[in-house]
C-alpha cells in the first residue's frame, strides 16, 4: 500500500467524486487486493495488477452507484403542491362536520344534499327522486341553510 497507495488514491479519484464514498470505494479497493494477493502469480508487474484489480472495484462501485436511485438533498424552502398535513386534518375535520351535519337533516332535504355533494344537478336530482326541479332547487336552500346554521354553531 506504501508503494501503489497513491495511484490507487487517484484511481479511486477518478470514478468518485464524492469524498466519503471515495474512502470507502479505496478501502474497497485495499480489501480486494488483500484477497487477491494470494492468487497473484507474478505474469505482469505487481504495479499492474494493482491497478487492475482498483479499476475492477472502481467500475463495480460506478455500477452499483449507478443502478441506486438518484438521491439529492431536499429543499426546505421548495414549495410544495401538495397540502401540509395540517390542511389535510383541517380538511379531514371538515368533510367529518359536514357529513355529522347532513346526517341531522331531515331526509326530504339530506336527499338532495348527498345528491349534490356527488356532483349531480338539481334536474338530475329532481329526476332521480322523481320531484320537480323547482321543488329540489327550494329543498337545497333550506338545506343549506340549516347545514350554514350547523357548521357555524360548531365552530
Not at 464514498?21 to 484477497?35: G, N, T, V, Y
Not at 337533516?105 to 355533494?117: G, I, K, M
Not at 338539481?122 to 321543488?135: H, T, V
Given at each position: 500500500?506504501?508503494?501503489?497507495?497513491?495511484?490507487?488514491?487517484?484511481?479511486?479519484?477518478?470514478?468518485?467524486?464524492?469524498?466519503?464514498?471515495?474512502?470507502?470505494?479505496?478501502?474497497?479497493?485495499?480489501?480486494?487486493?488483500?484477497?487477491?494477493?494470494?492468487?497473484?502469480?507474478?505474469?505482469?508487474?505487481?504495479?499492474?495488477?494493482?491497478?487492475?484489480?482498483?479499476?475492477?472495484?472502481?467500475?463495480?462501485?460506478?455500477?452499483?452507484?449507478?443502478?441506486?436511485?438518484?438521491?439529492?438533498?431536499?429543499?426546505?424552502?421548495?414549495?410544495?403542491?401538495?397540502?401540509?398535513?395540517?390542511?389535510?386534518?383541517?380538511?379531514?375535520?371538515?368533510?367529518?362536520?359536514?357529513l355529522d351535519a347532513v346526517r341531522t337533516l331531515p331526509l326530504s332535504l339530506r336527499e338532495p344534499v348527498v345528491l349534490t355533494l356527488e356532483d349531480f344537478s338539481p334536474r338530475e336530482i329532481a329526476e332521480m327522486l322523481?320531484?320537480?326541479?323547482?321543488?329540489?332547487?327550494?329543498?337545497?336552500?333550506?338545506?343549506?341553510?340549516?347545514?350554514?346554521?350547523?357548521?357555524?354553531?360548531?365552530?
Amino acid at each position: 500500500m506504501r508503494e501503489h497507495g497513491a495511484m490507487l488514491g487517484r484511481i479511486a479519484a477518478s470514478y468518485e467524486a464524492d469524498p466519503a464514498k471515495r474512502q470507502e470505494l479505496q478501502q474497497d479497493i485495499f480489501a480486494s487486493i488483500w484477497r487477491a494477493l494470494p492468487g497473484f502469480r507474478g505474469e505482469a508487474s505487481l504495479r499492474t495488477f494493482v491497478a487492475r484489480i482498483a479499476h475492477n472495484r472502481a467500475i463495480t462501485h460506478v455500477a452499483r452507484a449507478a443502478s441506486e436511485p438518484r438521491m439529492s438533498e431536499l429543499d426546505d424552502a421548495l414549495p410544495s403542491d401538495q397540502p401540509s398535513p395540517f390542511e389535510d386534518a383541517e380538511r379531514a375535520d371538515q368533510q367529518r362536520r359536514l357529513l355529522d351535519a347532513v346526517r341531522t337533516l331531515p331526509l326530504s332535504l339530506r336527499e338532495p344534499v348527498v345528491l349534490t355533494l356527488e356532483d349531480f344537478s338539481p334536474r338530475e336530482i329532481a329526476e332521480m327522486l322523481a320531484l320537480n326541479p323547482n321543488i329540489v332547487s327550494i329543498r337545497l336552500t333550506r338545506a343549506k341553510a340549516l347545514l350554514r346554521s350547523a357548521l357555524d354553531d360548531g365552530s
